[in-house]
């Protein structure tokens, strides 16, 4: 078997969805900002990028607390009553 190229070894191939050590990356964004700026133009106003964010971030919120009330119910299930 011949050797592939240099730094060709499967074992360092990077995730292209897992942040490099080291790197300053944006959090994910949990929403689709093409559906939020949507909704929000249709208002007749603008969206900012840290208002994407915000929403974003209060989502998540969101989900974690509903989390939180799942566990403490002894369940694994997300229901509509957890949010």
């Given amino acids: 078997m011949m050797p592939g190229p240099p730094g060709n070894?499967?074992?360092?191939?990077?995730?292209p969805f897992t942040p490099?050590?080291?790197d300053e990356t944006m959090p994910e964004t949990?929403?689709?900002?093409?559906?939020?700026?949507?909704l929000?133009?249709?208002?007749d106003c603008s969206t900012s990028a840290e208002a994407i964010d915000?929403?974003?971030a209060e989502?998540?919120?969101?989900?974690?607390?509903a989390v939180e009330r799942?566990?403490?119910n002894g369940r694994k299930?997300?229901?509509s009553s957890d949010i």
Avoid: F, M, N
């Fill in 9 to 15: 070894d499967s074992s360092q191939i990077q995730d």
């Fill in 54 to 56: 915000a929403i974003s």
């Fill in 40 to 43: 929000i133009k249709a208002q």
């Fill in 20 to 22: 490099k050590k080291g």
């Fill in 77 to 79: 299930t997300v229901k």
């Fill in 30 to 38: 949990l929403i689709i900002q093409s559906k939020i700026r949507d």
């Fill in 70 to 72: 799942t566990k403490a």
């Fill in 59 to 65: 989502v998540e919120r969101i989900v974690q607390k």
